[in-house]
């Protein structure tokens, strides 16, 4: 598996901003600056782009290597804190914003933060510093070792659709219960013990969508989503779009629901009617793509 990013949808997302040379934009989740980089060649002097990330090494890695005409702000923030980072900048309406969520390659692939199922990391699955407890109350490694069996099921089941959660909450509790359950590799080798074989040799990994709600959990990536929405709608200038990228259902649904009700209740125009999904090239280059799903919606 490659270890750096390759960035998802990135002609179709900043084509979907629909950018002047001059527009101030927000890339929510600068990442490993895929997007940014595209978005800064298209502007000019008087254009502004101002990228956030929660994860302090994504804007410690592009620090001074993100230039071009317009005026460049890095912030380690997060997405759902940008009413705050805009108050600060005294940047009160932008043109365009872009989320593309998740992780990058470089956190997931032995970013030591226990985010991938194939490295044995501590289990802290926090997007940022883990011991910033305003921001992550709780780690993987707590609910893992702290919670109700039922609370780890629900976990599980309401953010990762694990048909099997309440098998894989059951072992969990059990193991615990003679040694705290530190790494993500001793997490999947519990979880592959405890569904079916016919699911642990299926095409996804047995372990895919626990990882993926616990991480959902950790981050209140759910609720930042839902906040982050609001508060990016309420900055745009007339004619200023938001897209979103999203990569499992719940995410989607949640950009979906939400768009669906800014137009009916507050005239906004989307842009996709369908999602825009990643072509057959990108996707013979890069399967993560696969789930992939970007919607855009514009205010008018
Ligand atoms: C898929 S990557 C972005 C990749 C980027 N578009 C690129 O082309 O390189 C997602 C990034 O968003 C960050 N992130 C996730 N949730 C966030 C949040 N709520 N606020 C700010 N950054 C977040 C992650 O730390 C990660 O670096």
Known sequence: MTTTHVTVLKKEAVEGLSLRPEAIIVDATLGAGGHARDILSQLNSDGMLIALDADESAIEALEGELKGDATVH?????????????????????DGVLA???????????????FSFQHDEPLTMTFGNPTDEDSYPFTAKDIINEWSEESIANVLKGYGEERFAKRIARKIVEERESAPIETSGQLVEIISSAVPGFYRTGKTHPATRSFQALRIAVNDEL???????????????????????????????????????????????????????????????????????LRIIQKN
């Open 74 to 94: 890095l912030i380690t923030a997060n997405f759902r804190t940008l009413d705050s980072v805009l108050t600060k900048l005294d940047v009160p309406h932008v």
């Open 223 to 293: 609720a930042s989503l839902e906040e982050f929405i609001q508060v990016a709608v309420q900055h745009l200038s007339p004619n200023g779009r938001l897209a979103i990228i999203t990569f499992h259902s719940i995410e989607d649904r949640i950009v979906k629901h939400t768009f669906r009700t800014l137009a009916a209740e507050h005239g906004m125009t989307i842009i996709t009617k369908k999602p825009v999904t990643a072509s057959k090239e990108e996707l013979a280059e890069n399967p993560r793509a696969r789930s992939a799903k």
């Open 100 to 114: 593309d969520l998740g992780w990058r390659m470089e956190q997931f692939a032995g970013g030591g933060k226990g």
